[in-house]
């Protein structure tokens, strides 16, 4: 997906309502695609990343370059980011000594970091990451559109 499509799908889902359960319809996201106060969708995937260390490191690499190229667009709108470490989330929520809402939950098992801004028009957190859940699965470019703020 190009960088002007990406935009396009981050404005739709920025003025668009929220599903009312878990599960909702957004074409091309990734796990649950919103429910409650929030969207997810994956923006990019990528191919097998069985190819060893030194191939995985390099798609990590690219993948963080194309969040950075997207997040520079989106700085130009809305200013500098604010970056947020998901490591002490998914602490958080495994001692399960505090509630931690969805969508921040769920990004937090499968996210190291986030760069997200409010989005003016809306009031809406828009944040960008990329996703693996595990050394044997794909990278993913996600964004996530919520009302819900971080924890």
Do not use: K
Request: charged letters at 25%; hydrophobic letters at 35%; proline letters at 5%.
């Amino acid at each position: 997906m190009t960088i002007a499509r990406q935009l396009a799908t981050i404005d739709r889902l920025c003025a668009e309502d929220f599903p009312t359960g878990h599960g909702g319809s957004v074409a091309g996201s990734y796990g649950g695609p919103g429910g409650p106060g929030f969207h997810v969708v994956e923006l990019e995937r990528s191919g097998d990343s069985a190819g060893g260390r030194h191939g995985e490191r390099e798609e990590a690499e690219q993948y963080e370059a194309l969040r950075e190229a997207l997040a520079q667009r989106l700085a130009d709108r809305w200013g500098e980011p604010q970056w947020a470490s998901l490591d002490g989330v998914f602490l958080r929520a495994q001692q399960g000594d505090e509630h931690i809402p969805e969508p921040w939950a769920s990004l937090g098992a499968h996210m190291r970091n986030a760069q997200m801004w409010r989005a003016e028009e809306t009031g809406r957190w828009v944040v960008l990451g990329v996703s693996r859940l595990g050394e044997d699965q794909e990278f993913r470019l996600l964004a996530v559109i919520t009302d819900i703020d971080p924890p």
